[in-house]
């Protein structure tokens, strides 16, 4: 292929990215991208081991902001401070410290308590769409789910939900110099001031501030480290979800065999959430940045260099996996990257896999003939994200 790149996906050429990885895949798993200006790494056994590698750094938001122009490195400043100080952007020690603030909350006893909850807003949302037989699956049902149980998961007040409406994410802002969500990340900073005081003495009560608390005390975590990882959490946890619920709601109906497996043995729905992600992620790649010369996959990454982990094409490596392209339900690939890999493998995994096993079987169980009722996908313009911008769906109430 002609200048190998993943903006490539932008050509008519190609039907969706997986055609895309497959190409450029030929030319081997590991290939610089001059357009993006980046290592692109393609295959799922070189993504693991770099993964895994300590030269190869996430701490990548002050290079960027630093290469900007004047004008525009002044509008992203409050969107730079929001972004710096999360642990997706920090390296150790610091990383470990931050992932601290917030791991201890997201435990299996909080994924449990969190089951009923996920469950009744699933039905509720339900209750109101399938009588009708028609739905949009993003906007009438995944993307309320999710935004309610991020709203109580981040302990954001019902009177300011409306700041956590359509958040499209704030790294996509960053790294399309978009400056449009600076008034609402102004806002979230105000309405968390709120219960910065609550939070220090341990009389607050809402999840995020009875997760982090008990790390408050006596730890030096400034305000803006807090904020950014409490921002972190709506912003990693909401979209991602979202769409991963409308990815799989897709792939369910373009592979009948699969949906009426998946109808048949409802046991089978936290191995099916892990092959959803792994078929059709909505993250597709991570980056990192070289700390120092390293060797793989046949290339000399050099130190400095920019490096994009290419999660959604090591998802469909046949390498590793047989019959990539093909959704099943039964695989148990619950070694995909979907989540990342290594220090930052995803904190919130089990919490969407939880959300996303929920939605599909409940959405099975009330629902019948399902199908998609517009011809063409509308997907997000975007070679990072895989994001349906809407998904109009047909059933029958069961
Ligand atoms: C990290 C994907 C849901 C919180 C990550 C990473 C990926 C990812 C790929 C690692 C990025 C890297 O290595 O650079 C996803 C996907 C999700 C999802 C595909 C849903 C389908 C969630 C949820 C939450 C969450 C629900 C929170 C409630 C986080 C956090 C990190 C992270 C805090 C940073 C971990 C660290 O830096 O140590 N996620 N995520 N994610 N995710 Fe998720």
Known sequence: MRSPSLLRLFDSEWSDPYELYRALREAGPVQWD???????????????????????????????????????KVGLAPLRDALADMMLFNE???????????????????????????????????DRAVPGGRMDVIHDFSEPLTRDVIRQLAGVDERHSHLLENWQGLLHEFFTQSQAEIPRINALRDSFAEGERARRDGTATDLFSRMISGQLDGADYSENEIFANFLLLIDAGQATTTHLIGNAV?????????????????????????????????????????????????????????????????????????????????????????????????????????????????????????????????????????????????????
Request: net charge neutral; with cysteine.
């Open 92 to 126: 150790p020690p610091r990383h470990g410290e931050l992932r601290r603030l917030i791991r201890p909350g997201l435990t299996p006893r909080f994924i449990r308590e969190m089951r009923p909850v996920v469950e009744a807003t699933v039905n509720d949302l339900l």
């Open 250 to 398: 897709l792939a369910l109906i373009n592979s009948p065999d699969q949906l009426r497996i998946l109808r048949e043995d409802p046991a089978l729905g936290v191995g099916a959430a892990h092959e959803f992600l792994r078929f059709d992620s909505p993250v597709q790649f991570t980056s990192r940045v070289a700390l120092a010369d390293i060797e793989v996959g046949g290339q000399r990454i050099r130190a400095g260099e920019s490096v994009a982990l290419v999660l959604g094409s090591g998802n469909r490596d046949p390498l590793h996996y047989p019959d990539p392209d093909r959704l099943d339900v039964r695989r148990r690939a619950h070694d995909h990257l979907s989540f990342g890999y290594g220090i930052h493998y995803c904190l919130g995994a089990a919490l969407a896999v939880m959300e996303t096993e929920i939605a599909i079987a409940t959405l099975l169980r009330r629902t019948d003939d399902l199908q998609v009722a517009t011809p063409e996908q509308d997907w997000l313009d975007s070679a990072n994200f895989r994001f349906l911008r809407s998904l109009p769906i047909r059933f029958t109430p069961a």
């Open 34 to 72: 001059s357009w993006m200006r980046t290592w692109i790494v393609l295959g799922h056994a070189e993504i693991t081991t770099l993964s895994k590698d300590s030269r190869l750094s996430g701490a990548r938001i002050d290079s960027f902001y630093e290469q900007l122009p004047g004008a525009t």
